[in-house]
Nanobody, 120 residues
Framework: DVQLVESGGDLVHPGGSLRLSCTASGYTYSRDCMGWFRQVSGKGRELVANIYTGHVTYYTDSVKGRFTISQDNAKNTVYLQMNSLKPEDTAMYYC???????????????WGQGTQVTVS
């Protein structure tokens, strides 16, 4: 079974930083796409960033210059470094994986359970 486990979510003040981690088991994603989505209660899940084959990255406009996605193949882990956090970044953050990248949640087969980020 494929399992994705996120960690690193926390309560942080505006301007602060967090690093989210997503560790995969039963899945080797070095040649695939890993994505971070976020969801606010009552709204749909939105793509934050993704990384394809370890080096091709995409960021939604609202996080460009503040967030960085990276992966450590040896640890089977993808990271989301979040700097200059804003209250509007508050959401549940989900890790997702699949063979190819997609801008929509339906494009990813595998999901973690999420980690809460609160900026206040």
């Amino acid at each position: 079974d494929v399992q994705l486990v996120e960690s690193g979510g926390d309560l942080v003040h505006p301007g602060g930083s967090l690093r989210l981690s997503c560790t995969a088991s039963g899945y080797t994603y070095s040649r695939d796409c890993m994505g971070w989505f976020r969801q606010v209660s009552g709204k749909g899940r939105e793509l934050v960033a993704n990384i394809y084959t370890g080096h091709v990255t995409y960021y939604t406009d609202s996080v460009k210059g503040r967030f960085t996605i990276s992966q450590d193949n040896a640890k089977n882990t993808v990271y989301l470094q979040m700097n200059s956090l804003k209250p509007e970044d508050t959401a549940m953050y989900y890790c997702a994986a699949d063979s190819f990248c997609s801008a929509v949640p339906a494009g990813f087969r595998y999901w973690g359970q999420g980690t809460q980020v609160t900026v206040s």
